[in-house]
């Protein structure tokens, strides 16, 4: 799958595409009420989820690995 841009919701913490967001920072359940299934829904860990655009990870990237979805 291509890079892109993620983002945990503010309102649920899900990580989302931010191409996905409609300009928003919500993921798309809590744009739609259903999970957009593109993959696995999974909340923001910043023990896991690195270039999330508006958290901070805990690890040094290197130690990281990526998204299910990355």
């Known amino acids: 799958m ?3 841009e993620t983002f945990a919701c503010e309102r649920c913490g899900n990580v989302d ?5 409609e300009g928003t920072q919500l993921c798309s359940r809590c ?3 259903s999970w957009h299934g593109i993959w696995d ?3 923001f860990d910043p023990a896991v989820h690195r270039g999330v ?3 901070d990870s805990d690890t040094d990237p290197e130690e ?3 998204a299910s979805f990355s």
């Not at 595409?17 to 967001?21: E, F, H, S, V």
Request: charged share 35%; proline share 0%; net charge negative.
């Open 2 to 4: 291509a890079e892109f």
């Open 64 to 66: 990281l690995n990526d």
């Open 53 to 55: 655009v508006n958290r």
């Open 17 to 21: 595409a931010t191409i996905l967001a």
């Open 31 to 33: 744009r739609t009420g």
């Open 41 to 43: 829904e999974e909340k």
